[in-house]
């Protein structure tokens, strides 16, 4: 029982304690208990509700940045400035004589610098970009609201801000590894490919043209980690419709989670596995382009351990350059090549209708022919059969080489 309220009610634990520990570490000092009591429960009430909010609109805001420039740096900058509500309301609880404008930008800084660790650390695998960016909230009002109290405590801040200047740095470096770049070399392109589609095979088709790519390695999705976890915690369900995965939340859910970042329908792997070598096959890329296989890798370490696979095939010296798109999804890549080194970005902003959640809901016309025919198939309830002899069973799921 304890566990499924926990589950259901994190984020808004997190958010009450963001409001709790500062206020009732300045209030009682100026006021009274009547005044004192009221104001917590307004204040708390207020915050259960307002902070996962501002959380949910900020992780928005960063997206649809991310959409329009396909970089990773100018979201991060804004970052920042969405930082400084929270260090100025706290100012605020703690009344006169709190520190000058400059103690308050190393804390902007430092509780920045907190949020790009949490998230960071979602596309490492560990926990959710809501969750942890709620719990940076929650870390960021006990850091503040301690070194309000003991000056002395400026120390760690200090070190935080300086981190978030060195992570901001590198950010920039990384984007200028999209702009200047070596022209020879191997490409990775990872990606649910919920169904592979012309936009994917465009990007194909001019990195290893404009970047002079002797071999591009495309890996799927498996079930991503943040499913697994979910299902195994009961926080979400699953159904299967037409070959595809239907997840949905259950009600022990945080409603503030973001369960599905890249939509609730999933092909199978091992169907994505075959639309992605029908799709290869159309555009004439088999030559180039190589399909991986490698669920095992990826379930052990995702995309982290695929590309290291890689990068011990690769001979010495030789650059390794990440396609990506600019949506949540491409974002996510990207943050992953980030993360793992060495990767000379791709990036694609989206300038066209194109997109797997469209052709899932019906559109026709965005992908391949071997991949309309499947489509056009599924939609009409019948059995498919792939190049490669793979039949696909509509009606009872089970599929098997021939």
Known sequence: MLKKLWIKHRSRLYAGLAFSVPYLAFA???????????????????????IPRYIKWM??????????????????LLRVALHAPLVLLIQAIAGPGTPAWD????????????????????YKGWGDRTGNSLLSFCVS????????????????????????????????????????YPKHGVGVFF??????????????QQAIQQR????????PTTVPKLHRVALEKGEISIAEQAGMRVYSTTAIADPYKQYFPTGRKFYEYELRQQLLQAAIVDAGLQDKVEILDWPAVYDQGGFFAVLEKIK??????????????????????RNIFELSGGIHPYPVVRSDCISATAIREGAVGYT????????????????????TGYLFKNNNMDRRLE
């Open 28 to 50: 009682p000092d100026l006021l009274g208990m009547p005044a004192l009591l009221i104001g917590y429960v307004l204040g708390l009430l207020i915050s259960l509700q307002a």
């Open 59 to 76: 992780l928005e805001l960063e997206d649809r940045i991310n959409l329009k420039l396909g970089f990773l740096t100018p979201a991060r």
């Open 103 to 122: 103690v308050a930008s190393v804390l902007i800084l430092a509780s920045c610098c907190l949020h790009t660790v949490a998230i960071l650390a979602a």
């Open 141 to 180: 009002a006990v850091l503040i609201t301690v070194t309000l109290l003991a000056p002395m405590a400026l120390y760690l801040p200090i070190g935080l801000s300086l981190l978030l200047c060195w992570m901001l740095v590198a950010s920039i470096y990384a984007d200028l590894r999209s702009v200047y």
């Open 191 to 204: 990606g649910s490919f919920n169904p592979v589609h012309k936009t994917h095979v465009r990007i194909l």
């Open 212 to 219: 002079g790519l002797r071999k591009v390695y495309v890996h």
């Open 312 to 333: 011990t095939t690769l001979a010495p010296g030789e650059p390794l350059h990440g396609m990506h798109g600019s949506d949540v999804g491409g974002i996510w890549v």
């Open 368 to 387: 391949t022919p071997t991949i309309e025919a499947f489509l056009e198939a599924t939609r009409a309830g019948k059995d498919f059969v792939f190049p």
